[in-house]
């Protein structure tokens, strides 16, 4: 069998990968996925089973179901600051569904995307889907992870055609300020560059973070650069509602109208059960979330501390999202042999800061959205993996 260029090209990504490993492994405490451990809320499954008794389980419109694109509508205007109308929002198979819908209606083989490093591993996977190319942007710690606009124009081209930012940030958890997000928008504008934002985990922003660093739209700073932005967010994390693959991306009506059919070229809608779903989380009461966030919250601080007792192990205060990035640089081994070593000889799965691109090299990254449990687990194996 001769596989196409475009499927050689692509590969696994590094948490994929030790999500692999791990299964042939016993007794393994999973801090490698972002993935809550709570179940959604009562209202949401009700929801789901209804529809299902209803016989609401039928094809529906490539673009989602029209009261739910409108519960998004409310929340985008509610929480975000941002107008868009219901022809300016399609519902995808989770975010990654969006994250490529959007590539493949504005990116051209041969273009170039700008994406962060480190980055969500699927960027880099998602921009080589659509033939085009990616540039990687660096974040550095002493920065706090967050992006220098200087750098990020040094990079761009004639083919440059987008750029991609998230924040709350995977897998370093920094949260953006609004300069940041203030100085990006203008760079985007100078050079006509379409922004794609990712902000699952827009919500998850802890106490330490003051009033200005909140959490900031890009798409709510002016109506010039809403024409130039696709806003992408999920229900997954918020909802934890991770298997349910709701999605969505708010832009100008043209792009949205392109998306709406390359869904219904390469998957026709999204799962319509789901859909219903969706609606009874965004619609109903949003205590689930705030509990959810203070249990992460506490979580955040306990990992922390227990971590600090580690030898070689010195984390990076997260702002927002639920990951630790860890600097395991003064240990002396490269993040892919450190991950693979912790799983094989502590049974506890992370993923290595080299997953997620090159300046992700000397990091690894943990999931708090586990359980205190597992956390304490977790913290006592790797104590005395290497503190020994």
Not at 194 to 200: I, K, N
Request: hydrophobic share 40%; proline share 4%; with cysteine.
């Amino acid at each position: 069998m001769v596989l196409s260029n475009k499927a050689q090209g692509l590969k696994l990504s590094g948490i994929r990968e030790i999500n692999e490993l791990l299964q042939k492994i016993p007794d393994v405490i999973r801090l490698e996925f972002g993935e809550p451990d709570f179940d959604p809320p009562e209202h949401v499954k009700k929801a789901a089973i209804d529809a299902i008794l209803q016989g609401k389980g039928k094809y529906v419109s490539s673009a989602g179901i029209p009261e739910l694109r409108r519960a998004i509508v409310d929340k985008l205007k509610s929480e975000n600051n941002i107008n868009y109308d219901i022809s300016e929002v399609v519902v995808t198979n989770g975010a990654n569904g969006a994250i490529h819908y959007s590539l493949e209606a504005i990116v051209n083989e041969g273009e170039e995307v700008l994406i962060p490093d480190p980055g969500w591993a699927n960027y880099e996977q998602a921009v080589k889907a659509i033939g085009a190319k990616p540039v990687f942007y660096p974040l550095y710690e002493e920065d706090n992870f967050e992006p220098r606009v200087d750098e990020i124009e040094k990079l761009i081209t004639n083919k440059t055609k987008a750029i991609m930012i998230n924040s709350p940030n995977n897998p370093t958890g920094a949260v953006y300020s609004r300069k940041t997000i203030e100085d990006i928008a203008n760079l985007a504008l100078q050079h006509n560059l379409f922004v794609l934002t990712d902000e699952v985990y827009e919500k998850f922003i802890y106490e330490e973070v003051s009033s200005e660093n909140k959490h900031v739209s890009i798409a709510s700073l002016n109506d010039e650069i809403k024409q130039k932005t696709l806003t992408i967010n999920s229900l997954s994390k918020t909802y934890a509602m991770t298997g349910w693959r709701i999605g969505y991306v708010a832009g100008p009506q043209e792009i949205m109208s392109a998306i709406m059919k390359l869904i219904s070229a390469e998957e026709s809608c999204v799962n319509t059960i789901s859909q219903y779903a969706a609606i009874a989380a965004l619609r109903g009461p949003q205590d689930f979330t705030n509990r959810m966030i203070h249990a992460f919250s506490e979580r955040r601080k306990f990992l922390i501390k227990g971590l600090s007792e580690v030898r070689g192990f010195k984390s990076f205060i997260p702002k927002g999202a639920f990951y630790l990035f860890v600097n395991v640089k003064e240990l002396g081994m490269d993040s892919y042999s450190l991950a693979i070593k912790i799983l094989k000889e502590a049974h506890v799965a992370l993923v290595h800061g080299s997953a997620f691109g090159k300046n992700g090299e000397g990091y690894l990254r943990l999931s708090y959205a586990a359980s205190i449990k597992d956390l304490e687990e977790a913290i006592k194996r790797l104590t005395n993996l290497f503190n020994r």
